[in-house]
């Protein structure tokens, strides 16, 4: 059985263990600025797509509930009535819309799961080496 002895002393060992410790900090720091950095591009995404849709969709539903209210004119209903079971058709369909884009920024959690997993396994390296 051969024992290795390390010619640095006690100081120059604590000393380099603190070096690889603040390396090791700020690793785990840059890897959490990445990790949150891709999960706000998702939200922002996720955002964009909400505002876009809204866009897009906000004229063609005004003319489609025209359309349903005028159609309910013609087959004999008052125009207020026409008009306010076409509003809310409106709503609901609203809701749908917003309950979807709320969904899509609910599901972009923005913890950094994978640093946090990292700095797990580190701290456990570090005890085993204690």
Same mark, same amino acid.
């Given at each position: 059985?051969?024992?290795?002895?390390?010619?640095?002393?006690?100081?120059?060992?604590?000393?380099?263990?603190? +070096?690889?410790?603040? /390396? =090791?900090?700020?690793?785990?720091?840059?890897? +959490?600025?990445? @990790?949150?950095?891709? #999960?706000? #591009? @998702?939200?922002?995404? $996720?955002?964009?797509?909400?505002?876009?849709?809204?866009?897009? *969709?906000?004229? +063609?539903?005004?003319?489609?509930?025209?359309?349903?209210?005028?159609? =309910?004119? @013609?087959?004999?209903?008052?125009?207020?009535?026409?008009?306010?079971?076409?509003?809310?058709? $409106?709503?609901?369909?609203?809701? *749908? =819309?917003?309950?979807? $884009?709320? /969904?899509?920024?609910?599901?972009?959690?923005?913890?950094?799961?994978?640093?946090?997993?990292?700095?797990?396994?580190?701290?456990?390296? *570090?005890? @085993?080496? *204690?």
């Amino acid at each position: 059985m051969t024992i290795h002895t390390d010619p640095r002393t006690i100081p120059e060992l604590f000393s380099d263990a603190l +070096a690889q410790f603040s /390396k =090791l900090l700020r690793n785990e720091i840059q890897l +959490a600025r990445t @990790e949150m950095s891709g #999960k706000l #591009k @998702e939200t922002m995404n $996720g955002v964009a797509f909400l505002i876009a849709g809204a866009l897009f *969709v906000g004229p +063609a539903i005004v003319l489609l509930l025209i359309a349903l209210a005028t159609f =309910l004119a @013609e087959r004999g209903l008052p125009d207020s009535v026409a008009y306010l079971l076409s509003g809310l058709v $409106g709503l609901a369909i609203a809701g *749908v =819309l917003a309950s979807i $884009g709320m /969904k899509r920024v609910q599901n972009t959690s923005m913890t950094p799961d994978r640093t946090m997993r990292q700095i797990n396994r580190d701290v456990a390296a *570090v005890k @085993e080496q *204690v």
